[in-house]
Antibody, heavy 122, light 107 residues
């Protein structure tokens, strides 16, 4: 059974930083691209970014809204995905989901975690 | 970025009704479109990939169609468990983008 469990959310002040984690199990994590997607309270879904797998150099893609202040990384030995965010703004308040995709750029989020809430406050 | 426009943003329907949600892309995305269902407080669930491929375990009352810029999700006979918000997403190009969502409510 595929499981994705996010952690690391909480209350942070504007301008601060946060590192979210996602523990994966039940599928070949190292062989999958992985996504982060967020959802502000009462709003729609927003794709945050993606990390490719080792053979693709662990390269990343980001949404314009987080590019330059976010870093997605992974540790295949721990089946874990990370999202480091800095210079946090009120607008970054959201539930953050990690999601597994497949093995190419033409892929979508097939399995999702339950999400972790990040609240940015002044 | 490719803009995804869903309509309507909300609708009220009764159990047993046929419901259609549309999604329009700002440029040709061929068939690189998925549909998700989300219930309050839950993560999105993948319903349909590649515009029309029903995921395993998803009831056959759900169907997807379209190619290019115009797509639709149809629920042939709405059931109580289908009241939720539905999102389309294109995965042809980065940044991946979602439609604004369609909330299906009980009439």
């Amino acid at each position: 059974e595929v499981q994705l469990v996010e952690s690391g959310g909480g209350l942070v002040q504007t301008g601060g930083s946060l590192r979210l984690s996602c523990a994966a199990s039940g599928f070949p994590f190292s062989d999958r691209y992985m996504d982060w997607v967020r959802q502000a309270p009462g709003k729609g879904l927003e794709w945050v970014g993606r990390i490719r797998k080792k053979v693709n150099g662990y390269t990343t893609e980001y949404a314009a809204s987080v590019k330059g202040r976010s870093t997605i990384s992974r540790d295949d030995s721990k089946n874990s995905l990370y999202l480091q965010m800095s210079s946090l703004e009120i607008e970054d308040t959201a539930v953050y989901y990690c999601a597994s995709t497949s093995q190419s750029d033409y892929s979508y989020s097939g399995y999702w975690g339950q999400g972790t809430l990040v609240t940015v406050s002044s | 970025a490719i803009r995804m426009t869903q309509s309507p943003s909300s609708l009220s329907a009764s159990t047993g009704d046929r419901v259609t949600i549309t999604c329009r892309a700002s440029q040709d995305i061929r068939g690189y479109l998925v549909w998700y269902q989300q219930k309050p407080g839950k993560a999105p669930k993948l319903l349909i990939s590649a515009a029309s491929t029903l995921q395993s375990g998803v009831p056959s009352r759900f169907s997807g169609s379209g190619s290019g810029t115009d797509f639709s999700l149809t629920i042939s006979s709405l059931q109580s468990e289908d009241f939720a918000t539905y999102y389309c997403q294109q995965y042809l190009d980065y940044p991946l983008t979602f439609g604004g969502g369609t909330k299906v409510e009980i009439k």
